[in-house]
């Protein structure tokens, strides 16, 4: 009787054994861990770094760039006997040169293609380095290689701008892996 038992016991084993082996997988489930921590733009591996008193890193961690009395900073200069502008001039082009720096410090140690654009009022224009008598581009495009910090500038133009206008807009930062493309 015991072996009737084992060898039902038996058959009902290779049964389900054969039966598992030829159904089709339908589901898993698993939890795992993600550790990404959203930092300033200054702690970014893609860091926008402000090299002017009128550049800055706001609350939010986006850097700003302010030439009026909203600056935060501007107090902070007044105070220190340094009085900065309150603004730019109707009908004028103003040059500033390293405004903010982009730096790559990327693990990968791969080069990146920084696209730089601006949409809003006012005319905006950007140059890598000293300014050279350029006239600037409305969307940049700069490599940037592993380690290495892009110094930005910008030229202003107020051209039928008047008193109490002003030029206010965004700034995009687009960065993908490579060297940009020649054109």
Same mark, same amino acid.
């Given at each position: 009787?015991?072996?009737? /038992?084992?060898?039902? =016991?038996?058959? /009902?084993?290779?049964?389900?054994?054969?039966? =598992?082996?030829?159904?089709?997988? =339908?589901?898993?489930?698993?939890?795992?861990?993600?550790?990404?921590?959203?930092?300033?733009?200054?702690?970014?591996?893609?860091?926008?770094? @402000?090299?002017?008193?009128? =550049?800055?890193?706001?609350?939010?961690?986006?850097?700003?760039?302010?030439?009026?009395?909203?600056?935060?900073?501007?107090?902070?200069?007044?105070?220190?006997?340094? $009085?900065?502008?309150?603004?730019?001039?109707?009908?004028? $082009?103003?040059? &500033?040169?390293?405004?903010?720096?982009?730096?790559?410090?990327?693990?990968?140690?791969?080069?990146?293609?920084?696209? /730089?654009?601006?949409?809003?009022?006012?005319?905006?224009? &950007?140059?890598?380095?000293?300014?050279?008598?350029?006239?600037?581009?409305?969307?940049?495009?700069?490599?940037?290689? @592993?380690?290495?910090?892009?110094?930005?500038?910008?030229?202003?133009?107020?051209?039928?701008?008047?008193?109490?206008?002003?030029?206010?807009?965004?700034?995009? &930062?687009?960065?993908?892996?490579?060297?940009?493309?020649?054109?």
């Amino acid at each position: 009787m015991r072996k009737i /038992i084992g060898l039902f =016991a038996l058959m /009902i084993g290779l049964l389900v054994a054969v039966a =598992a082996s030829s159904a089709h997988f =339908a589901y898993f489930e698993a939890d795992r861990n993600v550790h990404i921590a959203v930092v300033p733009d200054d702690n970014e591996l893609i860091d926008l770094r @402000p090299l002017q008193p009128y =550049a800055y890193i706001s609350d939010n961690g986006m850097l700003v760039i302010d030439l009026s009395q909203n600056n935060p900073k501007w107090w902070e200069l007044v105070n220190e006997e340094f $009085t900065p502008g309150k603004g730019v001039s109707p009908n004028s $082009t103003y040059v &500033f040169e390293e405004v903010f720096g982009v730096s790559n410090d990327l693990w990968e140690g791969t080069p990146i293609c920084m696209h /730089i654009t601006y949409s809003g009022d006012g005319g905006v224009r &950007f140059f890598v380095g000293d300014y050279t008598g350029q006239e600037g581009e409305t969307t940049l495009d700069v490599t940037i290689m @592993p380690g290495e910090v892009v110094k930005i500038g910008m030229i202003l133009d107020s051209t039928d701008l008047e008193e109490g206008d002003a030029i206010d807009g965004q700034l995009q &930062f687009y960065a993908e892996a490579g060297v940009c493309e020649e054109e």
